[in-house]
C-alpha cells in the first residue's frame, strides 16, 4: 500500500516540517514501512483556515447534495479490499472480521445520515405567519430554520479505527450538518486514517464538494492548537478523560468559547437481579463474560461495573462468572499504551483494601489478561473514585448491596454513564421498576437483558449520558440525532420569500415537516 | 405591599443570615421600606438541595400538570393589581403602560410553554421497532426520547424586571423541561421578584406542585456559589459579558462542568441600503431613532451599530438621524449602576480618536442623554474592541463605508450579534441579496425592514446568536425552541412497554408526533 503520510489541507497534501511520526504492528510491535508529516503550527492553521474558507460554501449547498457525498463516502469505503482490512488489523490488532463489520456500520452509518439529509427534519424549520391585525401590536413573519455551526474539529478514537475515526460518526454528522471538517488523525491508526481520508477526497472530488471540506492532520500535540483556533468552531471528541477534559477547558478557555462533544468515561453498570439469577444465573454469567472479553474489553460501553443483591443465587453467579473469567485467553489489545494503562488500572484494583481479586491470571507479558474484582459496596456508597474510572479492557468488578435500598444508595453514588443494564425476569420488573427513574437520571441508555457492547446505529440511538461519560448530556455521538450538536437555529423575520433559504419557502419546495403557526405539517404555506 | 424579604426554600421562607440587601426607587434613588435577606451559604446550599430533591418528582409529573402549573403562573400574573405594576415602574423607572405589556408578554409566555408541552413534540420521540431477523445480528428494540437535564439555576436581567426575571422565558423553560428552578433574584428589582416568586408558589400550590420545584435567593455574590452547587445542572443568564463570562468560566471549571446558556453583549447591527435611502431615508431616521431611545435604549437588542455606503442620500440620513437625536429627550435608567456604565461607556467613545460625537447633549445628572457617534469605518475593519461592546443606553454608533465590498468586510470583522438588520428596498435585496449568508454567520435573528427591539414570543423566535452575543449560539432565550436547552435525550433499549415512559408506549397514549422507523406519525407501533 503507497501512503504519502502528508497532512490533508483544502484538497492538497502538504508536508512543510521535518518531524515524523510512526505507525506500528500492534501485535508485534514492529515499525510500519509508513512514515506521517507531523503538522507544523502553520499546517494547522492552515488546515483551520481552509475550513473556515469552505465553510460558507459548502454549508450553502442543498442538503441533497451533501447527502450524496456522504452516500459516496460510503461507497468509496465499501470499495476498500482485503489490503486494507488487513492494514487496519494490523494497526489496531482487531480481528479481520471484526474490522469488516466495522467498516459495514461505518458507511451505514454516513448513508443514515445522508437520508437524513433528505428528509429534511434536521431543519427544525418554525413558520409563524404574519397577523396584522393583532393588537396592540401586529405580529410580523418569522421563520426558522438550522444551519451548521462552523468547522468542527473531530478527534478519532482509538478502538474505533473506522466507525469513531477519520469517516466516522463525528465526522458524519458535522459534515452531514454542513460543517467543514478537521481530523486530527489518531496515533494508533494512522495508515487506516491515511486510506480513509483519500477515500474521502475522492467521494469529495466526484460530487463536486468544495475544497476544504475534509481536512486531516498528523501528529501529537497537534490538537491544541486546533482547538483553539479562531476558525474553529466546534469540537467533537471520543478517548479517555483526561484528554477530554483538557480539551473542555481549552475550548472553555478561548476568546470564544466553543462546544466540545467529548465521549469520555463509562463504567456502565449491570445489575443483576434476583430472578433473573434463579432462573438464568449460569447463562447471564456466560453472556456477561462475553461482554466483558469481547475486543479485548476496548469498548466505551464495556460492563465495568456488575451489582447484585446478597443472596446464595448471587454467589452461585459470582461463582460461575469467576470460573468463566478465570478461562478467557489474553489478547492484545491496540497499542501499548493502551496494555499500559490496563496494567496501571489493574494495579490501582489490585492495590485497594476494599477490593479483592477473583479471577484471572496475573497480568504479564504482552497481552492483555482479562480480570475478575470484587469491590466493598463501601466504595460505591462513599464515592470512591476507583469504582468512578472506567479501567480500559477486558476487566470487570462485581459489588454485592445487601439490599434494594443499598442498592438505590449505591446506584445514586455513580457518576455519570452511557449505559445502564437490567438482567431482569417480569418479577424483578415488578420488585425493582422504580429503579428505572435512578438509572434515567445516571445514563444516556438504558438496556433489558441486553448487554451494554453493542451500540446500534439509528434514530432512537443515544450515545452519551451525564458527565464522565460525556461533557454534554444533551448530545449523542452515535445515531442520528448526532447532527443537532453541530446546528445552531437562525430567525428570519419579515423575510420575502426570494431570500428565504430552501425550507422556509412558502411553497415548502423540499416537502418537509415544518411547524406552522403551531400546527405540525407539509403543506405550503 | 407586605413583603417579608426572605429566600424561598423549598417552598417556605428562610432569612437565617444578619445581612440585609435593600431595593430602590429607580426615579429618586430613594431607599424602599423593604429589606431583603441576604441568603447564607447555608441557604444556597438548601436551595440546591431542593431543587435536586424536587427534581425527580417533578420531572416525573405528566407534562400536562406542568402545563396546569405554568398556566395557573399566567394566570396569578394576570391577577396583579396597579400596585404591583406601580411597585415594578418604581423599583426600574419603566413606564406602567410598558411593564403592564411586559406582564401579559410574561403570562403569554408561560401559556406558550404549556401548549409546547401539550403539543409533545419537545419530547423528540423516536422509536426503531426489533428487526429481529436482520443479519448478521437482529436489531433490538429502541426507543428514544426527551427529558429534564435537572435543576436549573436562573439570573434574571435587569432590563425585563418580568419576561427576563423571575417568571421570565428562562424559568418557563426550564419549568417546561421538568427542571426545579432556583432563581437568583436581580438587585435591581427585589421587591418585584419577592411578588412574582409568591405568584408562582401560589400557582405551584394551587395544582399541587412538589415543594422546591421553586426556589428564590437575594443578595449579592451569592451565585457564585448557586453556579458551583453539584445540584445544579445548567444554568440560565441574561446580562453584561463580563457577569456572563464569569459564570461561565466557573461552570465549565466545576468537577462536573455544566452547560450555561448567557445571553451576554450584542450591537444588533442595522444596514441601511441606498434605495431604501433614497426612498425613505428621513422616515428611516425617525424609526431608527425611535428603536434606539425606547425604553432609554436597555433592550439586548437595541441597535447599537448603523452601518451605510458612502452617497450624499446617506449624508441626509446622517443629518436627519443627528438632528432627531439631538431632540430626544434624557431618560432615568433602571439604577444607577446602569447609568455609571453608561457613562463610561459614553467616555470611551469620546475619548476614542476614530470616532466623533455627532449628536446629544453632553451626559450629566441623573437621567442617560440619548447620544449620536460615528466611527470610522476602520474600526470595524481592523476589530476596534469598542465597537464590539454593547454600550447599554441610548446611544449609537454610525459607520460609512466605501461600498459594498468594504461592507462586506466590515461585516465579517463583527463579533457574534442577536440580530441583524437590513433596511431594503426590493432594488437593494437584488443588489445586496448575497449579504444574507453573511448576516447568518454572524446573528440568530436577521430582520428585514423592522427594528431589533421587538422580541416576538414564538415558536419560529431565536433570541441568541455566535458568542458574545451569546454563551451557545445553539440556543434561544426567547420562543418555545428555549426549552431544548434544558433537555437531554434517554434511550431505553428493549423495554416493555410497561417500562416505558408514556411518550414511548405502543399505543401513543399522548397521541404525540413520533419518528418511527424513520417516519413521523401519530400512529401507535
Same mark, same amino acid.
Given at each position: 500500500m503507497q501512503l504519502l503520510g502528508k497532512n490533508y489541507i483544502a484538497g492538497a497534501r502538504s508536508g512543510e516540517g521535518e518531524r515524523r511520526v510512526y505507525s506500528y504492528d500492534a501485535g508485534t510491535g514492529e515499525q510500519l514501512p509508513y512514515d506521517f508529516c507531523q503538522a507544523t503550527p502553520g499546517e494547522v492553521d492552515d488546515a483551520a483556515r481552509a475550513a473556515g474558507a469552505c465553510y460558507p460554501v459548502y454549508r450553502a449547498l442543498p442538503a441533497a447534495r451533501r447527502a450524496d457525498f456522504l452516500d459516496a463516502i460510503a461507497n468509496e469505503l465499501d470499495a476498500f479490499g482485503d489490503d486494507f482490512i488487513s492494514l487496519v488489523s494490523r494497526e489496531t490488532a482487531l480481528p479481520a472480521v471484526r474490522i469488516a463489520g466495522e467498516r459495514g456500520r461505518t458507511s451505514n452509518q454516513m448513508r443514515l445520515f445522508a437520508k437524513v439529509l433528505r428528509r429534511g427534519d434536521f431543519y427544525g424549520a418554525r413558520i409563524d405567519t404574519a397577523i396584522l391585525d393583532r393588537k396592540p401590536m401586529p405580529r410580523v413573519d418569522m421563520r426558522q430554520c438550522k444551519m451548521g455551526v462552523g468547522p468542527v474539529a473531530v478527534f478519532g478514537a482509538s478502538n474505533f479505527p473506522l466507525a469513531f475515526s477519520t469517516a466516522g460518526g463525528d465526522t458524519a454528522a458535522a459534515l452531514a450538518a454542513g460543517c467543514p471538517v478537521v481530523f486530527k488523525a489518531h496515533s494508533g491508526h494512522m495508515a487506516t486514517a491515511e486510506c480513509v481520508a483519500d477515500a474521502i477526497i475522492r467521494a469529495a472530488e466526484k460530487t463536486g464538494m468544495p475544497k476544504g471540506v475534509f481536512n486531516m492532520i498528523y501528529g501529537s500535540g497537534v490538537g491544541e492548537a486546533l482547538v483553539k483556533?479562531? +476558525?474553529?468552531?466546534a469540537v467533537g471528541f471520543t478517548g479517555s478523560l483526561k484528554g477530554g477534559r483538557a480539551l473542555c477547558d481549552m475550548a472553555a478557555a478561548r476568546p470564544q468559547p466553543i462546544p466540545v462533544f467529548a465521549e469520555m468515561s463509562s463504567v456502565n453498570p449491570v445489575l443483576v437481579l434476583p430472578e433473573a439469577l434463579k432462573q438464568r444465573g449460569e447463562l447471564v454469567a456466560n453472556e456477561l463474560a462475553t461482554s466483558v472479553v469481547t475486543g479485548c474489553g476496548q469498548f466505551c460501553t464495556n460492563p465495568g461495573l456488575v451489582v447484585g443483591i446478597r443472596s446464595p443465587e448471587f454467589s452461585a453467579f459470582l461463582a460461575s462468572l469467576a470460573s468463566i473469567m478465570a478461562d478467557q485467553p489474553a489478547q492484545t489489545m491496540l497499542n501499548t499504551g493502551t496494555l499500559k494503562s490496563y496494567e496501571k488500572g489493574l494495579a490501582a484494583l489490585h492495590a485497594h483494601s476494599g477490593i479483592k481479586h477473583l479471577a484471572g491470571q496475573a497480568q504479564a507479558g504482552n497481552q492483555a489478561r482479562p480480570q475478575l474484582f470484587q469491590a466493598d459496596v463501601s466504595l460505591l456508597l462513599d464515592g470512591d473514585k476507583l469504582l468512578q474510572e472506567e479501567v480500559f479492557g477486558p476487566a470487570t468488578v462485581v459489588v454485592e448491596v445487601a439490599d434494594k435500598a443499598q442498592l438505590v444508595q449505591a446506584l445514586l453514588g455513580l457518576h455519570g454513564q452511557l449505559t445502564a443494564t437490567l438482567i431482569a425476569e417480569p418479577a424483578d420488573i415488578n420488585a425493582f421498576g422504580d429503579l428505572v427513574p435512578v438509572l434515567e437520571q445516571k445514563a444516556g441508555r438504558l438496556l433489558l437483558n441486553g448487554y451494554p457492547t453493542g451500540v446500534e446505529v439509528c434514530? +432512537?440511538?443515544?450515545h452519551g449520558g451525564p458527565y464522565p461519560a460525556t461533557s454534554d448530556a444533551r448530545g449523542t455521538s452515535v445515531g442520528t440525532l448526532a447532527i443537532d450538536r453541530f446546528l445552531r437555529p437562525v430567525c428570519y423575520q419579515n423575510y420575502p420569500d426570494g431570500l428565504l433559504p430552501e425550507p422556509l419557502k412558502d411553497a415548502n419546495p423540499l416537502g418537509i415537516r415544518r411547524l406552522v403557526n403551531g400546527e405540525m405539517t407539509t403543506d405550503a404555506v
Open positions: 483556533h479562531p +476558525a474553529i468552531q434514530d +432512537a440511538m443515544v
